[in-house]
């Protein structure tokens, strides 16, 4: 601790934050980071540059890691990985691109603890090397729990796989010399866990270092739109699947544009143009669009159940149509349909009519609105962002 500075949250603390090169884990750090130096602290990150600078933006200070080496393989791990789905894609997760990250983050982690001298680091919990790096110097550190899948066991129901994925990280530990591993997804000082227990029914068997405080939004919203284009008249639902193989997608999109087709309602797909090529008149295709502006427009969310927009949409009181995938979407779709917020369709084998009438259902039925808003509700009262840093600054 650096001279006059007082434990419990003390200004001039500094908090490095190391992070995966991926959107959804990296987006809520910003806003805790954001308000962290709102307060007088010092934030930096640690990550893979092309994938990390842009979303924190220009001012941010940011060191590298990992290296150009590890960029094949970011591209083989997307590449490979979008094709799996089930057990084979959490085993792909752990071997293909999970312990791989570790190691090569490792060497940039050291140099950013090195140069920084962090009082706290927050590890995203795809980030092993952070919390070896931090345990290694007796630094205090906490997880960044983006998800709340995890704290779901998503492969509790293969307890094979989910003890070799505990052997995965052992073995990680025991290859930098720790002879006391532990399950480094987890911090022992504390869980950020950026959900609140409206969806997370694990949330009431959790220790007390874990800390429910609801998604951190504030990230920019950049991007043009023809805001003309809404007529205000019609209900307005957004369908938005984030980043999967290009095969799929596109035909997931085709089965959604013939499942609005002649309704009475306005959609705006989040895709290239070639995904749909020929548009019904009350289809708009964006390539790009500024979501966070875009939700206080909108009815409804069709989503393949990513944890940032199906927070982003909950906190805005809107129902959703979730079609999962693959990684945490399955969890999070349960866990939407558990609150009682939405309705969650198969995306490889879903049809036209399915599509339609989960569409018209979350639109009509007042109750999919009502447990949107409850869950909204409890977003308001977990705090966010500020939460976050609340909990953070006790660790200094």
Sequence with gaps: MIPGLQGGGSRGSRFLFAVPPLAGHVNPTVAVGAELARRGHEVAWVGHPPDVRPLLGNGARLYPAPGEEFTPLLEAARREGRALHGPAAFRFLWEGFIVPLGHVMMPGVEAAVEDFRPHVVIADQQVLAAPVVARRRGLPWATSATTSAELARPMAAFPRIERWAGDLIEDFQRAYGDPDPMDLRFSDYLVLVFSTPALVDEAEGCPDHYAFVGPALGRPSSGTFPWRWLDGERPAILVSLGTVSADPRERFFGVAAEAVAGLDVQAVFVAPPEAVPDPPPNVLVRRHVPQLALLPRLSAVVSHGGHNTVCETLAHGLPLVVAPIRDDQPVNAHQV???????????????????????????????????????QASFRTAGGARAAADRLEKLT
């Design 337 to 375: 349909a558990r609150a009682g917020a939405g309705i969650v369709v198969p995306f490889f084998r879903v049809r036209p009519p399915r599509l339609r009438e989960a569409i018209t259902t979350v639109l009509t039925e007042d109750s999919y609105r009502h447990a949107a808003c409850a869950v």
